[in-house]
């Protein structure tokens, strides 16, 4: 194959960088000298999507640790009240914040605040969810 003197240049410049990262270089011909290149840049790019796939992976991982600071509160509805028979969870980091977001969402026309479905009777008492107001 024909190479001009940019190429020839160039496959200098690889042989050279590869002697000082420790790989024996010296004697390659230009032809295995483009196959290394070939396969560095291949290399490359594979690790380039491998990094942005950890970046996507440490973001959703991210995301998951702040949901798992929060946790569930559920809070009812009082028998004559709209909502009777029903229960809301919310996601948040403490009571007081779960209690917050409870109020600017239903005001304080609601029942109670419990830990657990359990505590909040939701099998005792057959209530059900509430998704969206």
């Given amino acids: 194959m024909s190479r ?4 020839i240049a160039l496959l200098d410049d690889i042989r050279k960088q590869l002697v000082i990262l420790g790989y024996p270089a010296e004697d390659m011909s230009y032809d295995e000298l483009e196959n290394v290149a070939e396969a560095l840049v291949k290399l490359i790019g594979m690790l380039g999507q491998m990094f942005d796939a950890l970046g996507e992976t440490a973001v ?3 995301e998951l640790a702040c ?7 559920y809070f009812t509805f009082g028998q004559d009240q709209k909502h009777s028979g029903k229960y809301v969870a ?6 007081h914040s779960a209690r917050r977001k409870m109020v600017k969402r239903f005001g304080t026309m609601w029942a109670g605040q419990y830990e657990s479905k359990q505590a909040a009777g939701v099998e005792r008492y057959g209530l059900e969810e509430l998704h969206d107001e």
């Avoid at 949901?67 to 509160?73: A, F, G, N």
């Avoid at 919310?90 to 009571?95: K, M, Q, S, V």
Wanted: glycine share 0%; hydrophobic share 35%; aromatic share 16%.
């Fill in 60 to 62: 959703i991982f991210a």
């Fill in 90 to 95: 919310i996601r948040a980091e403490d009571f």
């Fill in 67 to 73: 949901t798992l600071e929060e946790r569930s509160y």
């Fill in 4 to 7: 001009d003197k940019e190429q």
